[in-house]
């Protein structure tokens, strides 16, 4: 019966696979669940249409589109060992695909909307001042706009990592990759102002030195930096979510906006795939019906 069958695959993983307890429980779970919807049947009995049946009850029951993917890899996995036993020629769960996710839109700002942020130099000596935080946003405002850079690739800079002359800065990024990104002009400006004040507060500037740091020794953790752009973003009215990222993605659609190809912004953001970069193609069909109502004879 499935249920004896269910009962020595999940031993089988604690004691040849060597899975997790976290895996154990959750597989566990999940087969528990297929057998209530199934009943104890034969294992003769485990069909294709099956699990679809029940994936589906899944999907009506507002299932996360994780759970429903973790749930297709755990009867995939089972019809293999199915399959390895002998007591079934073909895996059941072999022809199922996983739930797509729902495409993903991401927050950023118009180009109207980015200005904003970048006028309140004029603000420093009155409402914000010329102190260290106010310059440490306004230098990250720089970075991550200006350079699409990611808030953990700037709290982990050091000053010889910006190669100021060149307009460069070489990126440590996600799994260890390194990448070289283009400074704008503003940005080496800001990054210049912010190191002179550093140096006037006596923190350390030498080339092994953090940038964003109190003592050059210990950068400023991501959730300190990340506030520093919460508050900039909300102090110009911005009301959507307030956080770097959001600069980072507006980096990337305004390349795609001005021309700039997939594959340049893929590299310029440090993304391994081009289809991670699909997300900010959102732009192109505002881009396309744009040139269609200018070019097209019968747009009007």
Request: aromatic letters at 10%.
């Given at each position: 019966m499935l249920s004896n069958e269910i009962e020595k695959y999940i031993k089988s993983l604690s004691t040849q696979k060597k899975c997790s307890p976290h895996t154990l429980r959750a597989y566990k779970r999940i087969l528990e669940?297929?057998?209530?919807?199934?009943?104890?049947?034969?294992?003769?009995?485990?069909?294709?249409?099956?699990?679809?049946?029940?994936?589906?009850?899944?999907?009506?029951?507002?299932?996360?589109?994780?759970t429903q993917s973790q749930a297709v890899a755990c009867l995939k996995s089972f019809g293999k060992y199915l399959v390895r036993s002998l007591a079934l020629k073909h895996n059941p769960a072999a022809a199922i695909k996983n739930p797509k996710k729902p495409q993903r839109l991401v927050s950023f700002l118009s180009q109207k909307?980015?200005?904003?942020?970048?006028?309140?130099?004029?603000?420093?000596?009155?409402?914000?001042?010329?102190?260290?935080?106010?310059?440490?946003?306004?230098?990250?405002?720089?970075?991550?706009?200006?350079?699409?850079?990611?808030?953990?690739?700037?709290?982990?800079?050091?000053?010889?990592?910006?190669?100021?002359?060149?307009?460069?800065?070489?990126?440590?990024?996600?799994?260890?990759?390194?990448?070289?990104v283009p400074l704008t002009k503003e940005a080496i400006k800001w990054l210049n102002k912010y190191k002179n004040f550093q140096m006037q507060s006596a923190v350390p500037c030498s080339p092994k030195s953090f940038v964003f740091s109190?003592?050059?020794?210990?950068?400023?953790?991501?959730?300190?930096?990340?506030?520093?752009?919460?508050?900039?973003?909300?102090?110009?009215?911005?009301?959507?979510?307030a956080s770097p990222h959001v600069l980072r993605h507006t980096f990337a659609t305004h390349l795609l906006e001005n021309g700039a190809n997939i594959v340049t912004v893929q590299r310029l953001l440090g993304h391994s795939s081009p289809n991670t970069t699909q997300i900010y193609t959102h732009v192109s069909a505002e881009m396309l019906k744009d040139s269609l109502k200018q070019a097209h004879p019968r747009s009007g």
């Open positions: 669940s297929f057998l209530e919807f199934s009943g104890d049947i034969s294992v003769q009995k485990l069909e294709t249409d099956l699990i679809r049946d029940w994936l589906w009850n899944m999907k009506e029951g507002k299932k996360a589109i994780a909307e980015i200005k904003e942020p970048f006028n309140i130099e004029d603000l420093f000596k009155t409402e914000f001042r010329e102190n260290e935080g106010s310059l440490r946003a306004r230098t990250l405002l720089e970075l991550l706009y200006g350079a699409g850079l990611r808030i953990s690739e700037c709290a982990n800079l050091t000053w010889e990592s910006l190669n100021l002359s060149e307009e460069l800065v070489r990126v440590l990024g996600k799994g260890n990759k390194e990448r070289i109190k003592n050059g020794e210990i950068p400023f953790n991501t959730r300190k930096l990340y506030s520093d752009i919460h508050n900039l973003l909300r102090s110009i009215g911005w009301e959507g979510k």
